[in-house]
């Protein structure tokens, strides 16, 4: 009997209201403990969708998933517990300060008092936002935003990340921070499964990719491979433009 | 809750707002509310008959505490031209003119219908009185256009009243006459020909103290009500914005039940909602007076009463606020279509105009407003004294409208 997979996804279809075409079409992929995966496409390929199902934000139409061995339809509930999400909107009530915010959603995970304080005063100085901690989101420019939206999905220290184009729109610096300290908590244990538009980040920092057009999967391996296997392909972008096409999507 | 103590202007909504809304409002109304119930109605009168009708007429309208008769303006007399330009001006919303020989005309009618009854070869029994022939009619009024049809009714009803103990009067005075010359009897005048039905005026409330409506009592139930609605706004708008900002999805990513976050949601503004209650009727008990108003006033006893209703109105608006922010698809969206929902089921309600000054057609409606619900419960409580068990139908319908609105809203994300 074969060993099942940290995440098994098998014939996953998503069908939205009034289309014509699924959004996911019978994917099938499986992730190891460990492994940050990369989950690649042009924009309406499918990646947050299958990332959104994953999460349990959506429901699915078809197929099967299962997570640690727990199915996701029927333990939603314990499989919450054990993983982080960091949406790619930012996530934050911009009212409340860093501080109130991220003590809201540790709250949610379950943590309390003195331990939850230092996790949160721990992940601000690691992501470089030391004495920003009592100051309203909405004072914090685009890079900060995005990196409090990135602690309060790994508060909890989760088993599995799940992040959707986690660096759009920063700065260098800021992505350097996070990518560190992805790559840090990746080393601890966490399981990594990404969406990104940046083809150079995700060569780079995923042990593996997966590259998704209208609902399916078109190609997957670790990048490096797919560069070396793909006949004048330099990089993972040469790759992707190759299978998906030129052709700009809506 | 944080979030709603960060919105200052949210939070002068749903505080400063009804407060100066109360205070405008009641101050605003109070002459009107005194005039149904107390106030005395200023009337010009124009008394061009000298004799029985005419004189008894103007005391009658004296010695009612309905009217006051006003029949020299500046220290001067006028005439009936004068009369109509102050009427016109707003200064006076009723005017009396009496005719001249108004009496003696009046008499001739009598006296006309007395000959009928006798067979035509009798011949006449009377002499009528000459008068001038175009004195149709006897009393002429005028009314400002704006005068309410209930200060109409009031004065015509009036003299109705007064005219009639005149006829009377002046019939007995000819029957007398008649008896004495055609039978040769004295029949003694009497003084006790009107006012012969008695009626017995007591307020339909079993309460020692018995409680006149006033404009303090419609205004801060009505206000406060229409305040504790008003938690539709930011209520609706908080749950569209964390929509909005992805905050909701990653909330579902999380342990714990959706239900329960908005649950936590729905109780922190139900909490508002009854501090909202408890700061306005302290208004109308402690500030308004201030005003030179009435005090609002209260049994002990009804107190039960009061918490229920409350409580319910709390949670009907929550309820709506919730329904409001599950529908709608942006702030915008909700935040108009929830001041002007609030606002429409506030005039059906009666919080802008009271329902007992409604048609009957609107009265009905106004029952379809939860609002009007609510109020009715402060009313049987301000006015009636009414206790708990007394307001439980309101209470009841309010709290079936919140389950109501939570159902809408359950299905409504279910179906989406």
């Known amino acids: 009997m074969a060993e099942q997979s940290f995440i098994e996804i098998t014939g996953l279809t998503k069908w939205y209201k009034n289309t014509t075409v699924a959004a996911v079409d019978q994917l099938n992929l499986n992730i190891d403990e460990g492994e940050i995966f990369g989950l690649l496409g042009p924009n309406g390929a499918g990646k947050t969708t299958t990332l959104s199902i994953l999460c349990n934000q959506i429901p699915f139409s078809g197929g099967d998933i299962s997570i640690n061995g727990f199915s996701l339809k029927r333990n939603a509930m314990e499989l919450k517990k054990i993983i982080g999400v960091v949406p790619q909107e930012i996530a934050l009530y911009d009212k409340l300060t860093a501080f109130e915010n991220l003590r809201f959603f540790g709250n949610l995970y379950g943590l309390k008092g003195n331990f939850l304080k230092s996790r949160i005063a721990d992940c601000m100085v690691n992501f470089g936002l030391e004495g920003k901690l009592n100051k309203k989101i909405d004072t914090f420019s685009g890079g900060m935003k995005r990196r409090v939206n990135l602690i309060a999905g790994i508060l909890h220290k989760p088993r599995i990340l799940f992040l959707d184009e986690p660096t759009v729109g920063i700065d260098v610096q800021s992505k350097t921070v996070i990518i560190d300290y992805l790559k840090e908590l990746n080393k601890e244990g966490t399981t990594i499964l990404y969406t990104s538009h940046h083809m150079d980040e995700a060569e780079h920092f995923c042990t593996r990719i997966a590259i998704i057009d209208q609902g399916k999967i078109i190609a997957k391996g670790a990048p490096s491979e797919m560069i070396k296997l793909q006949k004048g392909c330099e990089s993972l972008e040469d790759i992707f433009l190759h299978l998906t096409g030129r052709k700009l999507r809506d | ?416």
């Open chain 2, 1 to 416: 809750m944080l979030l709603l103590f960060r919105d200052r202007a949210g939070l002068a909504m749903l505080f400063v707002m009804p407060m100066a809304l109360i205070l405008i409002m009641t101050l605003l109304q109070d002459s009107t509310f005194k005039i149904l119930e107390e106030k005395q109605m200023s009337v010009l009168v124009l008394n061009y008959d000298a004799d029985t009708f005419g004189i008894n007429i103007v005391e009658g309208l004296k010695q009612s505490s309905v009217f006051d008769v006003v029949e020299r303006l500046d220290g001067k007399a006028f005439d009936e031209n004068a009369m109509k330009q102050q009427l016109m001006l707003g200064n006076y919303r009723i005017g009396i003119v009496i005719r001249k020989n108004a009496t003696t005309a009046l008499k001739n009618k009598i006296r006309l219908g007395i000959q009928a009854q006798f067979p035509v070869e009798e011949g006449p029994i009377f002499d009528l009185d000459s008068t001038d022939a175009s004195d149709t009619a006897n009393v002429k009024l005028y009314f400002d256009p704006i005068t309410q049809s209930v200060f109409r009714q009031n004065i015509i009803s009036a003299l109705h009243e007064f005219s009639a103990a005149v006829e009377a009067k002046i019939l007995f005075g000819i029957y007398a006459d008649l008896f004495n010359d055609m039978l040769d009897i004295q029949l003694k005048p009497t003084q006790k020909l009107k006012n012969l039905v008695v009626f017995e005026q007591e307020y339909a409330s079993t309460a020692i103290n018995k409680i006149v409506p006033n404009a303090v009592q419609h205004n801060v139930p009505a206000w406060t009500i229409f305040a504790m609605f008003f938690i539709v706004i930011p209520l609706a708008g908080n749950l569209i914005k964390e929509r909005q900002s992805g905050v909701a999805m990653r909330l579902k990513t999380m342990p714990g039940s959706e239900q329960a976050v908005v649950f936590g949601k729905g109780v922190v503004y139900f909490v508002v909602g009854i501090l909202q209650a408890i700061f306005m009727l302290l208004i109308g008990f402690y500030v308004l007076p201030l005003f030179g108003m009435y005090s609002l006033k209260i049994d002990s006893h009804t107190l039960p009463a009061l918490a229920l209703i409350i409580i319910a109105t709390s949670m009907a608006a929550t309820g709506y606020g919730i329904v409001i922010g599950t529908i709608a698809t942006s702030q915008e969206q909700s935040s108009i279509f929830g001041s002007i929902s609030v606002v429409i089921l506030a005039a059906l309600g009666g919080v802008w105009v009271p329902t007992f000054m409604m048609s009957e057609f609107m009265v009905t409606v106004s029952k379809l407003s939860p609002l009007n619900w609510g109020l009715n419960g402060f009313y049987d409580i301000f006015l009636r004294n009414a206790n708990i068990t007394e307001v439980l139908p309101y209470a009841a319908s309010l709290t079936i409208f919140f389950l109501l609105c939570l159902l809408i809203s359950r299905f409504y994300t279910k179906f989406k």
